[in-house]
């Protein structure tokens, strides 16, 4: 009986032993780092160290030269962009009540026609927004349907039914951009929205003297 006890007590301190040490070291494991923004991948280097963009000067000639190539493509991609947007709007507008509508008419005469041609020449960091950023934050918008859904709920003050008419839209314009993504030739998908700003890339003085690397977009960038 005596050595039965001995067992039972020893049990239960090996057991005890075994869980307060697996706890000791559960609240001292090191954390896993945060998981990264969504599309970070498509943003461009800005991690110290890269070696494009922060780190050295654009080469603003070589990306004219590219621009002033693609011209013809970038042109044929632009006007099919806006008939795709063109449709979803008309498709949208139908959709929605007198009152929204006139909301909808209002917010697209507001909207900004295109980007100045004349003005100070771009800054690296403007040059690189749109060669990267920019891109990047319409592949969320294009892939991410809840994003833009949200955006036309809040905005228009959407009621269930409309949202899902609108939520089916949305899928179709995807699927053509998506299309015409897939279609267009390298670099146009990267260039198309740097290309409207050709007027402005021109080396500012500060910088004329100072050697410039190529640059070149990351793949799988959308515009």
């Excluded at 039965?4 to 049990?11: E, K, M, W």
């Excluded at 609108?166 to 179709?172: G, H, K, P, Q, W």
């Excluded at 699927?175 to 021109?202: F, G, H």
Aim: hydrophobic share 35%.
């Amino acid at each position: 009986m005596k050595q039965r006890l001995v067992v039972a007590v020893f049990t239960i301190i090996v057991f005890c032993a075994g869980y307060f040490a697996g706890a000791w070291r559960e609240l001292r494991r090191p954390l896993p780092p945060p998981p990264g923004l969504v599309g970070a991948e498509f943003a461009g280097p800005r991690q110290p160290g890269s070696t494009l963009w922060r780190d050295r000067p654009i080469n603003r000639a070589d990306l004219i030269k590219r621009i002033e190539s693609l011209k013809p493509q970038l042109d044929e991609f632009h006007s099919r962009m806006t008939a795709i947007e063109s449709g979803f709007s008309h498709d949208f507008g139908q959709l929605l009540t007198p009152e929204q509508r006139t909301r909808h008419e209002e917010r697209a005469k507001r909207r900004p026609s295109g980007p100045k041609e004349s003005g100070p020449p771009l800054t690296d960091d403007e040059v690189g927004s749109l060669l990267f950023e920019q891109p990047a934050h319409t592949l969320l918008t294009e892939v991410v349907i809840a994003i833009r859904l949200d955006g036309l709920t809040r905005d228009y003050r959407l009621d269930d039914a409309q949202r899902e008419k609108v939520r089916a839209l949305l899928r179709e314009r995807r699927d053509k951009v998506i299309a015409l993504i897939d279609s267009s030739p390298s670099p146009t998908v990267s260039l198309i929205r740097l290309a409207p700003y050709i007027q402005r890339l021109a080396q500012p003085a500060s910088a004329a003297q100072v050697p410039a690397a190529p640059i070149s977009a990351p793949s799988g960038t959308k515009p």
